[in-house]
């Protein structure tokens, strides 16, 4: 007997998953899969992999968004052919896509090549405003939380020799592996 299995997925912790979850239960999905975890290449997804596992010939994958899957056409192709290989359905309920259609397959195709058109044009345009920056002499990163002020205290502290570098970092309000970052040492 066929089942409509659904697969939820956000890229962090903190994200909700109950949207997700509404939506694929309101179509009828029987099993529900769902993680907190990073949809990048090699991201440790285990239940994206129990999903796979979960599904036999007959069952229909349902997700809400294309993004859900993957995030390059190269890794949605190889889904495709692996779930056409298992005679598991895909469904993509924000765009209407059913891949057991082949108009549903022409538009998941098109879509995925589209999608990961807009990451690379995203990657292109930080990369070109980071650029942009450096050329005006801004850096990106962390502003420095470690002050001179402080740099010059903890300096003048372990020159003195009488505190261990645990106790100087203290004094200054910083970690040891900052104080290293910045003492001057001297044997």
Not at 108 to 113: E, M, N, R, S, W
Not at 154 to 177: C, E, K, M
Request: positive net charge.
């Amino acid at each position: 007997m066929s089942q409509l299995i659904g697969y939820a997925r956000v890229s962090t912790p903190d994200q909700n998953l109950d949207r997700q979850i509404d939506e694929l239960r309101a179509h009828g999905c029987e099993r529900i899969f769902s993680e907190a975890a990073s949809g990048k290449r090699g991201a440790d997804r285990p239940q994206w992999h129990a999903c796979l596992a979960h599904l036999r010939a007959g069952d229909t994958l349902v997700v809400v968004e294309l993004s859900r899957l993957g995030r390059n056409t190269g890794d949605l192709g190889r889904l495709l052919d692996h779930l056409d290989e298992q005679r598991v359905g895909l469904r993509i309920l924000n765009l209407g896509v059913d891949t057991a259609t082949p108009a549903g397959r022409l538009v998941f195709t098109i879509v995925g090549a589209v999608a990961a058109m807009e990451r690379e044009l995203l990657v292109e345009r930080t990369q070109s405003g980071l650029a942009a920056a450096r050329a005006r002499g801004r850096v990106g990163g962390r502003r420095r939380s470690f002050t001179s002020a402080q740099e010059r205290e903890a300096q003048r502290l372990y020159d003195l020799r009488q505190l261990t570098v645990d106790q100087i970092a203290s004094a200054v309000g910083t970690s040891t592996t900052t104080l290293y970052r910045y003492l001057h040492v001297h044997d």
